[in-house]
């Protein structure tokens, strides 16, 4: 998933973003509201983790004009504030979730599965496609009754694929979504995951179709 993170603490920020990297996310870092409506006006995200108390304003008027701006993507609010009263508002205002610090890292991971979770209808992680069966939480892809244990970026692109099945994905969107600005890597890589995942496929009825010239899509009527 690709993760906005608007956080003035950079001891915190340093720790959210190097633990959401090695779960194989792509986050991008916002020290104030300025910086993330910049983030937010040029790239789509996944997911927003919004600190209230920034030093160029609140992060209450960023969620409310995110809201206004009637962009979808979940907010998951990093409050200090414990008060019931104070986190009613925060819902009431748009945000999806809350949390309070200072917090445990494997509390704030189960929060961002919870909302991704809610945003796309599933009641369960595990995704099941003809004789595939793939959890994204673990990471486990079950084939056949193989099972294979994804490394972070295969397991990021299939669940890109198979949460809209024939769907179209261009070889840019797949980069954006894979990787940050910060990464020091051409397109080609897309490429390099694409053919590690389709070794993983290769006794599935699910296989990744290319599309000269628009992209790839995951089909599953290999078996048909």
Do not use: W
């Not at 960023?62 to 998951?76: D, G, N, Y």
């Not at 069966?133 to 056949?144: A, C, E, I, R, T």
């Not at 080609?188 to 290769?202: D, M, P, Q």
Request: proline share 2%; aromatic share 6%; with cysteine.
């Amino acid at each position: 998933m690709k993760f906005l993170l608007i956080e003035d603490n950079q001891e915190l920020a340093g720790a959210v973003v190097s633990r959401l990297q090695l779960d194989g996310h792509v986050v991008s870092h916002a020290n104030g509201i300025a910086e993330a409506n910049s983030y937010s006006q040029a790239e789509d995200f996944d997911l927003i983790l919004l600190d209230i108390m920034l030093p160029d304003g609140d992060g209450r008027d960023f969620l409310q004009q995110h809201r206004a701006s009637e962009k979808h993507t979940p907010v998951i609010v990093l409050t200090a504030r414990s008060e019931v009263s104070d986190r009613v508002t925060l819902l009431d205002l748009g945000a999806d979730d809350y949390i309070t610090k200072p917090f445990d890292h494997a509390e704030l991971q189960a929060r961002c599965r919870a909302v991704m979770r809610r945003k796309s209808g599933a009641a369960q992680t595990v995704i099941r496609l003809r004789d595939l069966q793939f959890d994204p939480v673990s990471g486990q892809l079950v084939v056949n009754g193989i099972t294979t244990a994804l490394r972070n970026r295969e397991l990021r692109l299939l669940e890109l694929l198979i949460n809209e099945p024939g769907k179209i994905f261009s070889k840019q969107k797949l980069f954006d979504r894979l990787f940050s600005y910060d990464d020091d890597v051409s397109e080609n890589a897309i490429e390099v995951y694409i053919a590690r995942l389709r070794k993983h496929l290769e006794k599935s009825c699910v296989s990744i179709t290319t599309l000269r010239g628009l992209g790839y899509k995951l089909d599953d009527d290999q078996c048909d």
